[in-house]
Structures are given as structure tokens and as C-alpha cells.
């Protein structure tokens, strides 16, 4: 078996889907394979993203059948510790229960008018309080249509991940995820996403250092299920995926055993 330079993540998105009882049960029924899965490969890191008020139930779930590299994230957090901010959670809070925040999101820039100064300080707060930032950057339709994916993402990666400490800046893990490719059926081509996610290192090693940009996981999100994981995965720049609708479907379990059988050739 080879060693890959980054371990793969797999990550599942699960929007605003399953409360409670669902995301105990769906966890429950996945579980099993998944584990089966990642006990077998070892450079492989799962992680569920359950709506915030799930979260509890799918750790119970977890701790009951406790597999290694299967952790649980959260789909957002405020950036401050505690205080008067009616809805949000924390970062301590998320911590009690999850390793992993997905943070700027595109459905976050897009419907709760987050900006990349936001994401940033969210970011920051993530790392300070040892929870791995999954930070979303990504194009809209238009400036994919217009050519300026490269302007955006130079912008989005200056604003939205400067300032990370040194020490810690190994935990990041940021996902390239094509606006237009979210929820629409049409992923990006795994060359066209290879090349955004290689600018996106390019621009990281210069923020922080080649070691730092050689260690970077940088994921692909979009459209992404069992029939086209493989493509992406078989992409050296490719770390992994961030997986929305797929990931609340028994096909989630097939994406990682796809990733696995890339992966180990
Ligand atoms: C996402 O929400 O991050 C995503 C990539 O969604 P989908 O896989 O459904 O395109």
C-alpha cells in the first residue's frame, strides 16, 4: 500500500436535513460500512456535518460504535466565546462536541450575507480553540461565465485565511467549491477544479510557506456522488470532498469506499 503525501477527507455536508431522531438513525445505518471502511485504510479522515441542533445526537451515536477517523463538524459558528448573540453557537460549544467547523459556505455568503472578514475571524477563532476550519471559497455562475474565477478566488483566499498563527495553520483544510457545481448536478471537471485548488496552494504558500502549502488539504465540493468521486480523487492536487447532497444518502458510504479503492492503487 502507498502512503499518500495528505491524508483524503471526506467530509458531509448536511445542510438543513435530519433533526434528532433522523440523524441518529441515518448515522446508525451508515455507520457500520463506514467504519468497516476507514478501519481498513488509514489515510482517510470522515467527517459528518449535521444541522448544529443534531450534533448531540450524532456524537451519541459515534460514541456508541466508535470508529477512528470518523468525527463530527459543525456547519457554522459565531467567532465570539459567549455574549448576547441570540441563535448562534460558539466555539466552545462546538468544541464540546466536534473537531471540525465548515465555515463560509457559499449558502452562508450567499443567504446570510457572511463576507470574507467574517469567515476570517470565524476561522481564526476555530483554530485558537483547536476546532480544524473547513473554509468554503468559490465562484458564483456569473464570474464563471466572465473569466474572473481566478480574481475571486485570489481575493477570497486573501481575506478569508490571513492571519492564521503558524502553529497552527496545518489544521486548516479549505474546500474549492464552484458555486455554480453546488446542488446543480454539474461538477466541475476534476482538471478544471485540479487547476483552481493548484492556484489556491500557489497563493497559500505564499501567505504562509511551501511546507505549510505542501500539507494543506484542499478539497473539491459540487455535485459530487459515487459516480464521479473517483475522477476527483485520482487528481494528485485533489485531497478529498466536501459532499452535500450525496452525504445524506447510504451514497455517502459508497463515496468513501470509491475514495479508498482510488486511493490505495
Ligand atoms: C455543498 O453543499 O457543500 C455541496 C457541495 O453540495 P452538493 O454536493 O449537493 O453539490
Same mark, same amino acid.
Given at each position: 500500500m502507498t502512503t499518500p503525501?495528505?491524508?483524503?477527507? @471526506?467530509?458531509? !455536508?448536511?445542510?438543513?436535513?435530519?433533526?434528532?431522531? *433522523? +440523524?441518529?438513525? $441515518?448515522?446508525?445505518?451508515? *455507520?457500520?460500512? *463506514?467504519?468497516e471502511l476507514v478501519q481498513q485504510y488509514p489515510h482517510i479522515l470522515c467527517i459528518l456535518c449535521p444541522p448544529a441542533i443534531s450534533l448531540l445526537a450524532v456524537r451519541e451515536a459515534l460514541v456508541a460504535q466508535p470508529f477512528p477517523r470518523i468525527e463530527l463538524g459543525a456547519q457554522n459558528m459565531y467567532f465570539e466565546e459567549k455574549g448576547a448573540f441570540t441563535g448562534e453557537i460558539s466555539p466552545t460549544m462546538v468544541r464540546e462536541l466536534c473537531s471540525a467547523v465548515i465555515l463560509g459556505h457559499s449558502e452562508r455568503r450567499t443567504y446570510f450575507g457572511e463576507t470574507d472578514e467574517l469567515v476570517n475571524k470565524k476561522a481564526r477563532?476555530? *483554530?485558537?480553540h483547536n476546532l480544524r476550519p473547513i473554509v468554503c471559497i468559490g465562484e458564483n455562475p456569473e464570474e464563471h461565465e466572465a473569466g474572473m474565477t481566478e480574481q475571486v478566488i485570489r481575493f477570497q483566499v486573501q481575506y478569508s485565511l490571513?492571519? %492564521?498563527?503558524?502553529?497552527? #495553520?496545518?489544521? #486548516? #483544510? @479549505? +474546500?474549492y467549491e464552484p458555486i455554480w457545481a453546488i446542488g446543480t448536478g454539474k461538477a466541475a471537471t476534476p482538471a478544471g477544479a485540479?487547476?483552481?485548488?493548484?492556484? @489556491?496552494?500557489?497563493? $497559500?504558500?505564499?501567505?504562509y510557506g511551501s511546507e505549510a502549502a505542501s500539507t494543506l488539504r484542499i478539497l473539491y465540493?459540487?455535485?459530487?456522488?459515487? /459516480? !464521479?468521486?473517483?475522477? %476527483?480523487?485520482?487528481?494528485? /492536487?485533489? /485531497?478529498?470532498?466536501l459532499v452535500g447532497g450525496a452525504s445524506i444518502k447510504p451514497d455517502f458510504v459508497e463515496i468513501v469506499h470509491k475514495t479508498i479503492e482510488v486511493m490505495r492503487q
Open positions: 503525501t495528505r491524508t483524503a477527507i @471526506i467530509a458531509g !455536508n448536511w445542510k438543513m436535513h435530519y433533526g434528532p431522531s *433522523l +440523524a441518529t438513525s $441515518f448515522t446508525h445505518e451508515i *455507520l457500520p460500512r *463506514l467504519g477563532a476555530a *483554530l485558537k490571513s492571519h %492564521f498563527p503558524a502553529q497552527q #495553520v496545518k489544521e #486548516v #483544510v @479549505i +474546500a485540479g487547476q483552481v485548488i493548484q492556484l @489556491i496552494r500557489q497563493l $497559500f504558500a505564499h501567505m465540493g459540487g455535485s459530487v456522488t459515487s /459516480d !464521479n468521486i473517483s475522477e %476527483f480523487i485520482a487528481h494528485p /492536487d485533489i /485531497d478529498g470532498a
